[in-house]
Nanobody, 125 residues
């Protein structure tokens, strides 16, 4: 089970920190990601982190503004978002990839096996 928290309403230029808590699985065996979906749009990869936490990947639209991290002991991942823009408005999902033979961090949302319920992030002008 994946449970997100930390969403909300923020003005453009502001910051938010999203968290995802995992339970009932071997967290350290999963690559993790944040994926978002804006109204009327398809799900979009935002940021991903490898099982060890040593490798990360970001969508071009968030590079330099968002930072993903994980704590395998606490079974959590976070997404620190800064300099937020109205186009960042979306439901943000935490997702886990448990395919053991896949070394690269997937950027295709459909490759993720488990998803949280999502948390809404709204950025106003």
């Amino acid at each position: 089970q994946l449970v997100e928290s930390g969403g909300g309403l923020v003005q453009a230029g502001g910051s938010l920190r999203l968290s995802c808590a995992a339970s009932g699985r071997t967290f350290a065996d999963s690559a993790m990601a944040w994926i978002r979906q804006a109204p009327g749009k398809e799900r979009e990869f935002v940021a991903g982190i490898s099982r060890s936490g040593l490798a990360t990947k970001y969508a071009d639209s968030v590079k330099g503004r968002f930072t993903i991290s994980r704590d395998n002991a606490e079974k959590t991942i976070t997404l620190q978002m800064s300099t937020l823009k109205p186009e960042d408005t979306a439901v943000y999902y935490c997702a886990a990839d448990e395919t053991p033979q896949r070394q690269a961090i997937p950027v295709v949302p459909a490759l993720y096996d488990y998803w949280g319920q999502g948390t809404q992030v709204t950025v106003s002008l």
